[in-house]
């Protein structure tokens, strides 16, 4: 293969690999693999490629680091995107990052994103109306990536999608459901130093929100939880890391190598 296609098959076929590698691995596993596919355009087209920035972006996203993914899509904001691939995730990172509105598309994959996209946005009956229509066309299509790519929509919202009597009436929709549900827990990857001293996945969620700088109300909106419930699992990390105050818990997770410094891109 060679041209635009050449380009569009390296470029879904890095989107794979980064994904699977985060979603198994974590964040320094995903990064890596992000900087091998970085070098081997550059080798190849002597320039950056702006879809893998854009991927970059997404990652931090789904780390809770929105200042961070918010500087990769600024790097890309003036650069003209010729991918296709770069478009779609462009605009998905867009809208859940609150910069764009939500818009409706005709794929089976963008009507799943979309109905996840709005559910964000929404509260109550419209929330859960979302999540069923989503749900709904994952099982037509047999899809369970974009639930993952857009994991953060489903937090909190766990035992109200499965007693939706849609679902309960249908014992093979609720196995789905219940599938998505667990592979979204298990894509939160704790990373290993934290793990071997007993950190919990939501415990590590509250931590990874703070390299983005977001106070206890900011992390209770993205997790969809409560302040008080942010505050309980702060103190218990406190305890678990030996530290005190918040600023002692960021250099901890800094010198442990949990947290990144800020990358320098040119």
């Known amino acids: 293969m060679n041209g635009d296609s050449w380009s569009e098959l390296f470029f879904q076929l890095t989107r794979i690999c980064v994904l699977s590698r985060y ?21 190849r087209h002597a320039g950056r490629a702006t879809t893998i920035d854009v991927l970059s972006a997404m990652v931090w996203r789904l780390e809770w680091n929105s200042a961070e993914a ?16 770069g478009g779609f995730l462009l605009a998905e990172q867009r809208v859940l990052l609150r910069q764009d509105e939500p818009t409706i ?11 996840l ?6 509260r109550g009956q419209a929330r859960r109306n979302s999540f069923e229509r989503a749900l709904r066309n994952a099982f037509k299509e047999g899809q369970i990536a974009p639930f993952l790519e857009n994991r953060d929509a489903l937090l909190g919202m766990s035992s109200q999608i499965t007693s939706i009597p849609a679902f309960r009436r249908r014992p093979i929709m609720l196995r789905l459901v219940n599938k998505i549900l667990k592979s979204v827990d298990q894509s939160f990857v704790i990373p290993e130093p934290l793990r071997k001293i007993g950190f919990s996945r939501r415990q590590y969620r509250v931590v990874a929100a703070l390299q983005g700088g977001a ?4 992390i209770a909106r993205q997790l969809r939880t409560t302040e008080a419930t942010v505050k309980y699992h702060l103190t218990s990390v406190y305890r678990i890391t030996s530290v005190s105050k918040r600023l002692e818990l960021i250099e ?15």
């Open 23 to 43: 979603f198994l691995e974590g964040l320094h596993s995903a990064q890596q693999e992000i900087e091998l596919f970085q070098a081997d355009y550059v080798r």
């Open 70 to 85: 918010e500087r990769y899509l600024e790097m890309v904001a003036d650069v003209e995107m010729h991918s296709a691939v």
């Open 105 to 115: 598309s005709d794929s089976p994959r963008a009507k799943i994103v979309s109905e």
């Open 117 to 122: 996209q709005m559910a964000q946005s929404q």
């Open 215 to 218: 106070t206890n109300k900011q």
């Open 252 to 266: 901890f997770m800094y010198k442990n190598r949990i947290f990144y410094r800020k990358l320098d891109v040119c």
